[in-house]
């Protein structure tokens, strides 16, 4: 029997005390030998959580690490540098992760032990349409650009494995990222710029409860967009090719999906918040690129 490798899973948090117990105790019930498998919270500046004491001693190991605020690219890339795992698996505090997450993982990166595994993400708040239309759009992307799932290109970070050497020698998230938007896209874009690959492991399934209200909705998709003109600049430093639009058949085939998928809302209104979306993230792209700070050179 091929022994279970053993990871670190590292979750960033900052100020979601409620949502981080949820998690812990989420991944505390993995179907995953709890002496094969390390926790470590990264707090990013935030209060302490005082629900880490009740997993202090237990198996697996919980460990807290406190840093300045930073953002969530950041809070990673300290964990990833304090963990003892061969494998790093990623998660956010307000996602409850699956009981075969880590199993599921772990099957891929014994076939594929360099590549990027990126698992499915599933909306854990089915009854809030706008928490129900971002997490659709998030399904859309990940069925346009992981197409071939043994030749990937995005996985969001709240759902992630790779190899903890490699993702050091390859100089972790990009911290400049402060915050929650496009760091993950930049990580995978530098991922393949360097001739890595990358695999979708449906099977690794995390429930994400992201609660949303219309405002929260718009800001979240605005912060995207500033994020995406965040990442075309990196991409400059890098000397790639400028990102095209994508074809007007992407954003047809987007509100189609909506129809397809329209779980418990009426689709009419999703598709409607997908158009929504897309207008606060042109609205952030350019916010961005009038507003632009001299971002530190991004890493190549």
Not at 1 to 17: A, G, H, K, L
Not at 55 to 66: A, H
Not at 204 to 233: E, K, S
Not at 234 to 245: T, V
Request: hydrophobic share 40%.
């Amino acid at each position: 029997m091929i022994p279970e490798p053993f990871f670190s899973v590292v979750i960033p948090t900052y100020n979601r005390e409620e949502k981080l117990a949820r998690c812990l105790n989420s991944v505390a019930g993995l179907d995953y030998s709890p002496d094969h498998f390390e926790v470590i919270v990264v707090n990013d500046g935030g209060a302490a959580p005082a629900t880490l004491a009740s997993y202090l001693g237990r198996d697996p190991e919980v460990r807290l690490i406190n840093q300045k605020h930073s953002g969530s690219a950041a809070a990673r890339n300290t964990g990833a540098a304090q963990a003892s795992g061969e494998f790093l698996a990623f998660t956010d505090d307000d996602c409850a992760p699956d009981t075969q997450w880590l199993t599921a993982l772990a099957q891929s990166l014994r076939t594929w032990p360099d590549h990027l595994i990126g698992g499915r993400t599933l909306n854990a708040l089915p009854q809030n349409v706008f928490s129900t239309a971002s997490q659709l759009l998030a399904s859309y992307v990940y069925s346009y650009y992981n197409r071939n799932p043994n030749d990937a290109h995005f996985f969001a970070s709240n759902n992630m494995a790779l190899s903890a050497e490699r993702l050091r020698a390859f100089g972790g998230f990009d911290s400049t990222y402060t915050r929650t938007a496009a760091e993950d896209r930049d990580l995978c874009d530098r991922w393949r710029y360097h001739g890595y690959r990358m695999t979708y492991a449906p099977d690794a399934v995390v429930h994400h409860a992201h609660d949303l209200t219309l405002r929260a909705f718009w800001r979240q998709h605005f912060n995207y967009g500033r994020g995406a003109r965040q990442f075309r600049y990196a991409r400059s430093l890098r000397h790639q090719k400028p990102i095209r639009l994508e074809p007007p058949a992407f954003y047809t085939n987007m509100l189609r999906y909506a129809f397809a998928h329209p779980g418990s809302h009426r689709p009419v209104v999703l598709a409607l918040l997908l158009i929504l979306s897309q207008a606060a993230n042109a609205a952030g792209f350019f916010y961005e690129g009038t507003n632009r700070p001299r971002y530190q050179k991004g890493q190549a």
